[in-house]
């Protein structure tokens, strides 16, 4: 899917899209002429992100959840427990 499309299914801006690439959370695949070509996969990514991020969760620690260092379960008790 193009990036408009992403943007209007995630509910995400392209600089959002843009930035959580740049940071090494989203890795969308490249057609032959260069152009991102974001998945369903991409989208579920943004969505996490997205929820995640209102919850005022930090980008090391969504790092950490997608490389597995840390568990969804102890990132979200932190977030209740700051609440």
Same mark, same amino acid.
């Given at each position: 899917?193009?990036? +408009?499309?992403?943007?209007?299914?995630?509910?995400?801006?392209?600089?959002?899209?843009?930035?959580?690439?740049?940071?090494?959370?989203? $890795?969308?695949?490249?057609?032959?002429?260069?152009?991102?070509?974001?998945?369903? *996969?991409?989208?579920? $990514?943004?969505? +996490?992100?997205?929820?995640?991020?209102?919850?005022?969760?930090?980008?090391?620690?969504?790092? *950490?959840?997608?490389?597995?260092?840390?568990?969804?379960?102890? $990132?979200?008790?932190?977030?209740?427990?700051?609440?």
């Amino acid at each position: 899917m193009t990036i +408009k499309e992403i943007e209007s299914r995630s509910g995400m801006t392209r600089a959002n899209i843009r930035f959580y690439e740049t940071e090494g959370l989203l $890795v969308p695949a490249r057609l032959s002429n260069g152009y991102r070509d974001y998945s369903d *996969a991409d989208l579920e $990514v943004l969505k +996490k992100i997205r929820l995640l991020r209102q919850l005022h969760t930090p980008l090391e620690e969504i790092r *950490a959840l997608q490389t597995g260092e840390q568990a969804l379960a102890d $990132v979200l008790q932190r977030r209740i427990d700051e609440l």
